[in-house]
């Protein structure tokens, strides 16, 4: 049974830090291309940042320089450090594991990410 379960969410101040983490149990880690998106009220869910099993990065334009993904394969866990945080940063945020060879694709329940004073 695969399971990704995303913890670290929560309200944080503009300009403020968090950092999320999710831990996957049931897939060959290592393999697979792990993601973050994040779903706001009313708008479509979006990617934020992904990291290849060859660890290739890639972000959102409009959370470059401030986010960093980063996986730890003896861990099965992949971390999205979150700073100067902004309140359109606000959304659930979701873990994502891809295998695109076997067209295998995998999401967490979700964490809420709240940027407010």
């Known amino acids: 049974q695969v399971q990704l379960v995303e913890s670290g969410g929560g309200l944080v101040q503009p300009g403020g830090s968090l950092r999320l983490t999710c831990a996957a149990s049931g897939i060959t880690f290592s393999l697979y291309t792990m993601g973050w998106y994040r779903q706001a009220p009313g708008k479509q869910r979006e990617l934020v940042a992904a990291?290849?099993?060859?660890?290739?990065?890639n972000y959102a334009d409009s959370v470059k320089g401030r986010f960093t993904i980063s996986r730890d394969n003896a861990k099965n866990t992949v971390y999205l450090q979150m700073n100067s945080l902004k309140p359109e940063d606000t959304a659930v945020y979701y873990c994502?594991?891809?295998?695109?060879?076997?067209?295998?694709?995998?999401w967490g329940q979700g964490t809420q990410v709240t940027v407010s004073s």
């Open positions: 990291i290849t099993s060859g660890v290739r990065t």
């Open positions: 994502n594991a891809q295998y695109s060879i076997a067209r295998l694709d995998y």
